[in-house]
């Protein structure tokens, strides 16, 4: 069964039955869709139940003011609250906020958190770039498919999915003057943390993992913060894009492994 959420705060699907929840949050700048191989696996699996939301300020979420990891989190601890047992799978920026999540600021449990290609270490380059992102002026795109690709480049999808898959459609918006990225730039204002500052607050096991591939980060970085971090081979920035399958087999490991933390 899917559940499709709109309210005033986030867009979220739900979906699955089971006594275990999965949180999957998505990376900077794409959206939930990202996620419907893996999905597909939890439903066909009889896994569990599923909560994938748009993150604030990207694809059908609402904008806001400002952006931070604790703004992130804050907004999305309502809707995972009275989960069952929570196990929380973060991309990127997603797996930052899950750690968040998991340092017990918010009044409830998570049983584990699993990050993909979370970046452990954000250098001064890194740190322009993003700013220089932020300073440019929106770009605006009078024909649908150029802003569709656009976003594919950006949200680094080019070759992993083709142009009409449905996991584009929401990366876009139509703008006043045409149509644009759904995410709000600005978001990349709560880049910046290291994993290692937020990694210890976890209350709950972590798997820190990456793509072998990844130019952002790399399973040497990772063992710093997680003996076990785990190399996804033959990936990059997008393992769970680019193998559902063995992402699930990372997941499905870590839960056994947990135990009874979390029931």
Known sequence: MFDIEQTDALWVDRGGEGTT??????????????????????????????????????????????????????????????????????????????????SGWYGFEVAGVMTIGTIANWTEKMMEKNQEYMDKPTRIFQIREEAREHYMMVAGLTGLVKPNSSILDYGIAAMEDGYGLAADINILQSSGIPIGNISGSAQCP??????????????????????????????????????????????????????????
Not at 218 to 225: A, C, G, K, T
């Open 21 to 102: 929840t999965y949180l999957l949050l998505h990376g900077g700048g794409a959206n939930g869709d990202v996620w419907i191989g893996l999905r597909d696996i939890i439903k066909e699996k009889e896994a569990g139940q599923w909560i994938i939301p748009d993150i604030l300020g990207h694809g059908r979420s609402p904008w806001s003011n400002s952006y931070s990891i604790g703004e992130f989190a804050s907004s999305l601890a309502p809707i995972v609250r009275n989960s069952k047992r929570l196990i929380i799978v973060g991309h990127s920026m997603g797996g930052t906020i899950g750690l968040a999540l998991a």
């Open 206 to 263: 972590i798997r820190l993992t990456c793509g072998s591939n990844d130019p952002m980060v790399s399973v040497d970085e990772l063992s710093r913060y997680d003996p076990d971090a785990v190399e996804i081979p033959d990936t990059a920035h997008n393992s769970h894009v680019e193998n559902p399958d063995t992402i699930w087999q990372i997941i499905d490991d870590f839960k056994r492994n947990l135990g009874d933390h979390g029931i």
